[in-house]
């Protein structure tokens, strides 16, 4: 498809352990970004990758959470040792811009996560 | 204060009304400013991308921007039960690769 995929669409797990959800964008799109979105709230920036590197992880929550992007393409964020307040819908987007957003992004459908 | 602020709504309209939905932001740096729609359980939808102030159309939408009050809006024209969903309004400056995205206006259009 010609637009951003995250998958799992759905993920529940228990309290601790660890989990990884994709992004694929949208194919020569150079930035990449990460939200989290709880019910009844905005859009929580979390990091941005420009090519493979991240000169914005300002908005990582805590270090349990890291994130990477290899090939210019595909992108994992992981959450380690989850917590029930880690539950919420986790966005990627993706953009053709270079290295002043000026460039809209567009939105995967999210991979809704559930700690137990 | 909020970079962004916007109505979280809800906001509810007969089919056909004319729908108004607006963000308000303190950052005058702010130059691009784009509308979203979502869906529930999917993720946001562009739907109009403007520079600088003025208008844009784009079929029944309308994406106004008043740099000097600091306050864009979206006018939905005819508005139709399909366009139920929450509309986010983002925007950005010139420099460095912020988005800063409103809360979001959550719609209903009444049959």
């Known amino acids: 498809g010609a637009g951003v995929s995250q998958s799992p669409s759905n993920k529940v797990t228990e309290k601790g352990k660890d989990v990884e959800l994709r992004c694929d964008p949208i194919?020569?799109?150079?930035?990449l970004y990460w939200y989290r979105q709880s019910l009844g709230q905005g859009l929580e920036f979390l990091i941005y990758f420009q090519g493979n590197s991240a000169p914005d992880k300002s908005g990582l929550p805590s270090d349990r959470f890291s994130a990477e992007r290899t090939g210019g393409s595909v992108s994992t964020l992981t959450i380690q040792r989850t917590q029930q307040e880690d539950s919420a819908v986790y966005l990627c987007a993706s953009s053709s811009q270079g290295t002043t957003s000026n460039q809209p992004q567009h939105f995967g459908d999210g991979t809704r996560l559930s700690i137990l | 204060q909020k970079e962004v602020e916007q109505d979280p709504g809800p906001l509810s309209v007969p089919e056909g009304a004319i729908v108004s939905l607006n963000c308000t932001y303190s950052?005058?740096?702010?130059?691009?400013f784009m509308w979203y729609r979502q869906y529930s359980r999917k993720g946001p939808e562009l739907l109009m991308y403007?520079?600088?102030?003025g208008n844009k159309e784009d079929g029944r939408f309308t994406a106004q921007v008043d740099k000097s009050s600091k306050y864009i809006s979206l006018f939905i024209r005819d508005s139709q039960p399909s366009d139920s969903a929450t509309y986010l309004c983002a925007m950005s400056a010139n420099t460095g690769n912020q988005f800063y995205f409103g809360t979001g206006t959550s719609l209903t259009v009444i049959p």
């Open positions: 950052n005058s740096a702010f130059q691009y």
């Open positions: 194919s020569g799109h150079t930035a």
């Open positions: 403007t520079y600088s102030s």
